[in-house]
C-alpha cells in the first residue's frame, strides 16, 4: 500500500517562504506522478502543481506560477513544493498525491493516493 506523508507546513508571514515535504513508501516511487492540492476553509480542492515522473515536466496553477517550485528526489523517494512570496490566500491544508500516468494532472480525482494534508497559514 503506497503511503504519503506531508512535512513542513506551519505558521509564516506574508511575503516568507516554506518548503513542504511529502515522503512516499509502500510502492516504487520513481513510477508515479506526484501532485500537490489545497484547500482552504469552506472552499473546494484545488490544484497547486504537479510532477512528471522523472521531474522533467512540471505544472502550475496560475496563482502560484512563479512562486512555488514543484520537485522530487527520486532516490529519496520524496517529493517537494517550495513556496516562495507566500501570501494570505495561499492559506490551506496541503496535500500531495500520487498517481500514474502523463496526463490530467490537475485532477483531484484521477490521483489514487493522498497524504494526510499539511497546514499552511499565511498571517498578514
Known amino acids: 500500500q503506497v503511503q504519503l506523508v506531508e512535512s513542513g507546513g506551519g505558521l509564516v508571514q506574508a511575503g516568507g517562504s516554506l518548503r513542504l515535504s511529502c515522503a512516499v513508501s509502500?510502492?516504487?516511487?520513481?513510477?508515479?506522478?506526484m501532485g500537490w492540492f489545497r484547500q482552504a476553509p469552506g472552499k473546494e480542492r484545488e490544484f497547486v502543481a504537479a510532477i512528471s515522473w522523472g521531474g522533467g515536466s512540471t505544472y502550475y496553477a496560475d496563482s502560484v506560477k512563479g512562486r512555488f517550485t514543484i520537485s522530487r528526489d527520486n532516490t529519496k523517494n520524496t517529493g517537494y513544493l517550495q513556496m516562495n512570496s507566500l501570501k494570505p490566500e495561499d492559506t490551506a491544508v496541503y496535500y500531495c498525491?500520487?498517481?500514474?500516468?502523463?496526463?490530467?494532472?490537475?485532477?483531484?480525482?484521477?490521483?489514487?493516493?493522498w497524504g494526510q494534508g499539511t497546514q499552511v497559514t499565511v498571517s498578514s
Open positions: 509502500g510502492g516504487t516511487f520513481r513510477d508515479y506522478s
Open positions: 498525491a500520487a498517481k500514474w500516468g502523463t496526463t490530467d494532472y490537475g485532477l483531484g480525482h484521477r490521483y489514487p493516493y
